[in-house]
């Protein structure tokens, strides 16, 4: 959530929710940043946790399982995050257009609706 996206969210029901409670707990520092900021909360009231990974994320998978999904067979460059203009996956997919032999393959929830759409427009396929 930045101060341009922050209209996508229900801010006074969130607010009021941060106001119920003794402790917020974030995943990054910026992201208490930015709660700090936008939600005018006291910087004591929170936290920092990082998110923690399993184990089985670092067991080798077959990378012909995900190849076989998604019918990809040419090498690719794979961006896993929520789409949005903050994350700018648009410049990401402008600047692939300079290496065709490579697929750019974006995964994601789509956060920012325009955004997503000017996404699929420049990337076609």
Request: net charge negative; charged share 25%; glycine share 6%.
């Amino acid at each position: 959530m930045t101060e341009e996206t922050k209209h996508l969210y229900p801010i006074g029901e969130i607010h009021h929710r941060f106001s119920l409670t003794d402790r917020v707990v974030a995943n990054s520092k910026i992201g208490c940043d930015t709660l700090v900021r936008i939600f005018d909360l006291p910087q004591q009231k929170i936290v920092s946790v990082l998110n923690g990974v399993e184990q089985s994320f670092y067991e080798p998978v077959e990378p012909e399982l995900f190849r076989s999904e998604f019918g990809i067979q040419d090498r690719f460059v794979l961006n896993v995050d929520n789409i949005q203009p903050r994350k700018n996956q648009l410049a990401l997919i402008r600047a692939m257009k300079s290496l065709p032999e490579l697929t750019l393959v974006l995964i994601g929830h789509q956060r920012g609706p325009e955004s997503a759409k000017a996404c699929f427009a420049e990337g076609a396929d």
